[in-house]
């Protein structure tokens, strides 16, 4: 079971708050293609402790408070043809965040070319796993966001069932370097259209953009009350100069690390990093804390 969140007055985060990394990357490796898996395993340092760590939610939490985090978004979707993850990924992310709800906070996903009733599938996540959110990502499932217009009839279903449950979705944008991702589904643009149809829905993007279509990322949070974006996958040393004016838009943008995507040296190197960054206290507390509490709850 989970410990005592950790205080967070080591950070430097100012007034004592818990930092909420929304977007990491624990997946059952099991189940992930291996040349996928190989993509991971050659950029990662230390591959045979993360795979422990896919196994044991208990020695990841240890992990979590080690670093200072106190709840993380594991991000989990249905992606067979790209990456391997077929339906069953939802019941491994309801199982292993099952003992730790104050600390995870699991996605899970349905691929709209793959079932006959999106909504209802929605409705079990959410009623029977115990899910906190959908992640669509369209360069791994190898749709635009926006394919109900195209007609791709059951994302339409989703997307109202979500939006009826206020459950949020994650939608991946910018590229991806694994294996027989396709790229031309990665434009944030295609989002414009799920958030004029799906007002109510919480809509998050997730890598604002990163790294062709970032100004695309922050057009698309200033227009639409329902849309932010995380800043994971960004090295956080460089975020003011992809997005200036983060101070200014801190009330739309999640702090997440993408870890253990190639590249991320951990969340807990990540949050330093961003705590380095010169940003008021308000925006920083936003940031790592209040817009994710106001999206999925408090613990
Ligand atoms: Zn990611």
Redesign the pocket.
């Known amino acids: 079971m989970s410990t005592t969140p950790p205080e967070t007055g080591g950070t430097g985060a100012g007034d004592g708050f818990a930092p909420i990394d929304i977007?990491v990357?624990i997946q059952p490796l099991e189940m992930m293609k291996p040349e996928c898996r190989d993509v991971m395993k050659q950029r990662h340092t230390d591959w045979k402790g993360f795979q422990e760590l896919s196994l044991d939610p208990s020695a990841f939490v240890d992990l979590m408070d080690r670093e200072g985090i106190h709840r993380v978004g594991v991000?989990n979707y249905v992606a067979e043809e790209v990456m391997g993850f077929p339906p069953e990924v939802n019941q491994w992310a309801a199982r292993y965040a099952r003992n730790h709800r104050d600390r995870l906070i699991p996605f899970g996903s349905v691929d709209p070319t793959q079932v006959n009733d999106a909504r209802a599938e929605v409705t079990r996540l959410v009623d029977e796993l115990n899910l906190s959110a959908l992640k669509i990502h369209p360069p791994h499932m190898l749709v635009h966001s926006n394919a109900y217009r195209s007609g791709l009839t059951q994302l339409e279903r989703l997307y109202e069932r979500a939006q009826e449950l206020k459950l949020p979705v994650m939608i991946?944008t910018g590229t991806s370097i694994f294996p027989r991702a396709r790229n031309s589904y990665a434009n944030p643009m295609d989002v414009d259209d799920v958030a004029v149809d799906f007002p109510e829905l919480p809509i998050i993007l997730?890598?604002g953009g990163r790294p062709l279509w970032m100004d695309t990322a922050v057009f698309l949070i200033r227009r639409h009350p329902n849309v932010h974006m995380d800043i994971?996958?960004i090295p956080p040393q460089s975020l003011l100069e992809y997005f200036p004016r983060l101070e200014q838009m801190a009330s739309k943008v999640l702090w997440?690390s993408?870890w253990p995507?190639p590249l991320v040296p951990g969340m807990g190197e990540n949050l330093k990093r961003f705590l380095a960054l010169p940003l008021s206290d308000a925006a920083r507390r936003k940031i790592l804390h209040d817009n994710a509490i106001k999206l999925f709850g408090a613990a």
Request: without cysteine; hydrophobic residues 25%.
């Open positions: 977007h990357h991000i991946h997730a890598h994971s996958g997440g993408d995507a």
